[in-house]
């Protein structure tokens, strides 16, 4: 799902803060930002980060989503971070022993939409590479995310988890799939994608089922005549499941009709070399 258009201006809406807690490789900020931009998140605040601030592998990771890091901001205390923030979320993999409630990325993402739709301030806490969040950082969460991994190989790095948050939230948004191009629009949504043509109708669907037949009968294909109801149904079937495009009906219906012509054209030549001999 290769694809990034540097060119394309940017439509920032609304949407949740992802704080980057203690991050210690410019390379990870980099990768969370282009996370971020993947899914509709814009706004980066870094909590002490280790090294100093710009960042060039941070730039030369991004893959072209350097607004969000020349927006980023940096911060030295938690408090300060989430000043302006009314409901923060924390991700964690480990238990924690603490009475909040925890939930998963899915309902995370349906609970920033509606707080983020009524005019909230929400943010979203990434913790440090090898240790996470710590127990007085999550404390200060309203809530608790988790995802529903392997438990026996829970861990999963900063942009993962910015890439899984993010879709969480922008699922829900979106009006599109994929990418826009200089050739195509984004597609509308899952389905039957039919560039330039149409579902067949059933005018079109049975007249390539009679096409068919009527060679089929004269290819000796159907053996008797008490199985060619039950033959026929299977076929009909087999292309009713195949839920076929007007092109591709057409496309059937010639290819039946260039063997037909391929099967004559081959006993014209057998009847004249026969009479020729």
Same mark, same amino acid.
């Given at each position: 799902?290769?694809?990034?258009?540097?060119?394309?201006?940017?439509?920032?809406?609304?949407?949740?803060?992802?704080?980057?807690?203690?991050?210690?490789?410019?390379?990870?900020?980099?990768?969370?930002?282009?996370?971020?931009?993947?899914?509709?998140?814009?706004?980066?605040?870094?909590?002490?980060?280790?090294?100093?601030?710009?960042?060039?592998?941070?730039?030369?990771?991004?893959?072209?989503?350097?607004?969000?890091?020349?927006?980023?901001?940096?911060?030295?205390?938690?408090?300060?971070?989430?000043?302006?923030?009314?409901?923060?979320?924390?991700?964690?993999?480990?238990?924690?022993?603490?009475?909040?409630?925890?939930?998963?990325?899915?309902?995370?993402?349906?609970?920033?939409?509606? !707080?983020? $739709?009524?005019? &909230?301030?929400?943010?979203?806490? @990434? /913790?440090?590479?090898?240790?996470? #969040?710590?127990?007085?950082?999550?404390?200060?969460?309203?809530?608790?995310?988790?995802?529903?991994?392997?438990?026996?190989?829970?861990?999963?790095?900063?942009?993962?988890?910015?890439?899984?948050?993010?879709?969480?939230?922008?699922?829900?948004?979106?009006?599109?799939?994929?990418?826009?191009?200089?050739?195509?629009?984004?597609?509308?949504?899952?389905?039957?994608?039919?560039?330039?043509? !149409?579902? $067949?109708?059933? &005018?079109?669907?049975?007249?390539? @089922? /009679?096409?068919?037949?009527?060679? #089929?009968?004269?290819?000796?294909?159907?053996?008797?005549?008490?199985?060619?109801?039950?033959?026929?149904?299977?076929?009909?079937?087999?292309?009713?499941?195949?839920?076929?495009?007007?092109?591709?009906?057409?496309?059937?219906?010639?290819?039946?009709?260039?063997?037909?012509?391929?099967?004559?054209?081959?006993?014209?030549?057998?009847?004249?070399?026969?009479?020729?001999?």
């Amino acid at each position: 799902m290769a694809g990034t258009d540097k060119t394309k201006k940017q439509v920032l809406g609304p949407a949740p803060i992802a704080v980057l807690v203690n991050p210690q490789l410019g390379e990870n900020i980099g990768t969370a930002a282009r996370a971020m931009a993947n899914f509709g998140l814009h706004e980066m605040r870094l909590f002490d980060p280790r090294d100093a601030w710009p960042n060039e592998k941070a730039l030369a990771t991004s893959s072209g989503a350097h607004w969000i890091l020349d927006r980023a901001t940096v911060h030295w205390t938690l408090e300060e971070t989430l000043a302006d923030v009314t409901y923060v979320y924390a991700t964690t993999a480990r238990p924690r022993g603490m009475v909040k409630e925890v939930i998963t990325p899915e309902q995370a993402g349906e609970d920033m939409r509606v !707080r983020v $739709a009524r005019g &909230e301030t929400v943010a979203i806490l @990434f /913790g440090r590479e090898r240790t996470g #969040l710590s127990n007085d950082e999550i404390s200060m969460a309203d809530v608790i995310v988790t995802a529903p991994v392997n438990p026996a190989f829970a861990s999963i790095n900063i942009a993962q988890a910015v890439l899984l948050m993010g879709y969480e939230w922008y699922k829900g948004l979106a009006t599109t799939l994929g990418e826009n191009t200089p050739e195509l629009p984004a597609l509308e949504g899952p389905g039957l994608v039919m560039p330039g043509t !149409r579902p $067949a109708t059933k &005018e079109e669907l049975y007249g390539f @089922f /009679g096409h068919l037949e009527r060679e #089929l009968d004269i290819a000796g294909f159907f053996k008797t005549e008490d199985k060619k109801p039950g033959m026929m149904r299977n076929i009909r079937n087999l292309f009713g499941r195949a839920e076929l495009t007007e092109q591709e009906v057409r496309s059937l219906r010639g290819i039946v009709s260039s063997l037909t012509r391929a099967h004559e054209k081959r006993k014209e030549q057998r009847g004249r070399e026969r009479g020729e001999g």
